[in-house]
Nanobody, 125 residues
Framework: QVQLVESGGGLVQAGGSLRLSCAAS????????VGWFRQATGKEREFVAS????????YYADSAKGRFTISRDNARNSAFLQMNSLKVEDTAVYYC??????????????????WGQGTQVTVSS
């Protein structure tokens, strides 16, 4: 069992940056692929980025490439999403997810086993 808690969301102007954190409970965090997803109001949840168990592999949605960076610190049971050059269309609730068997190349949210409660990111123009 893994419990995930996101933090770091907030209100930022377009062009600004935010760093989201995902704190995990349990001693097996390094056994899980970690993904970040987001869901805007009235839209389906969509994949943003993922990172492999040891942090060596990462994968990004086209919308995130070149602007967002996913990372993790297994010693601190934490994962991060650095978001730069934010756009109004990045406004959404951002979720951290963990999956024991999911490939980092899978963007399917159903493949992940555990989810956090989400953190709101609002980008103003």
């Amino acid at each position: 069992q893994v419990q995930l808690v996101e933090s770091g969301g907030g209100l930022v102007q377009a062009g600004g940056s935010l760093r989201l954190s995902c704190a995990a409970s349990g001693r097996t965090f390094n056994s899980y692929t970690v993904g970040w997803f987001r869901q805007a109001t009235g839209k389906e949840r969509e994949f943003v980025a993922s990172i492999s168990r040891n942090g060596a592999g990462t994968y990004y949605a086209d919308s995130a490439k070149g602007r967002f960076t996913i990372s993790r610190d297994n010693a601190r049971n934490s994962a991060f999403l650095q978001m730069n050059s934010l756009k109004v269309e990045d406004t959404a609730v951002y979720y951290c997810a963990a999956g024991r068997t999911v490939s980092i190349y899978s963007s399917a949210y159903g493949a992940y086993d555990y989810w956090g409660q989400g953190t709101q990111v609002t980008v103003s123009s």
